[in-house]
């Protein structure tokens, strides 16, 4: 059975920094890309990161790059978000999601963990 488990969330200051997981379990991990994606009250899921694995490129969304970056343990099953110069523009509900890298950039993930809530304030 597939699981991605989202972790580490929290309440963070304007300017600071917070690094959140994603455990992934019931697929080969280092097959797929792996994504971020976060959805603020009222509005919609939006991309933030994704980290494709068979060429290890990384693909931004224009509002966090420099800002955020994707990493990977693959002995651990687990990809990490880790956030800086954090804004309370972040502030959301981070998704974990698993695919081809059109899906998951394309917010059609196959795969999908259950969020972590991240609130950074002013």
């Known amino acids: 059975q597939v699981q991605l488990v989202e972790s580490g969330g929290g309440l963070v200051q304007a300017g600071g920094s917070l690094s959140v997981s994603c455990a992934a379990s019931?697929?080969?991990?280092?097959?797929?890309?792996m994504g971020w994606f976060r959805q603020a009250p009222g509005k919609e899921r939006e991309f933030v990161i994704a980290f494709r694995w068979s060429d290890e490129r990384t693909y931004f969304a224009d509002s966090v790059k420099g800002r955020f970056d994707i990493t990977g343990d693959n002995a651990k099953n687990t990809v990490y978000l880790q956030m800086s110069s954090l804004k309370p523009e972040d502030t959301a509900v981070y998704y974990c999601?698993?695919?081809?890298?059109?899906?998951?950039?394309?917010?059609?993930?196959?795969?999908w963990g259950q969020g972590t809530q991240v609130t950074v304030s002013s």
């Open positions: 019931g697929f080969t991990f280092s097959n797929y890309t």
């Open positions: 999601a698993a695919d081809d890298l059109l899906n998951v950039v394309g917010g059609k993930a196959k795969y």
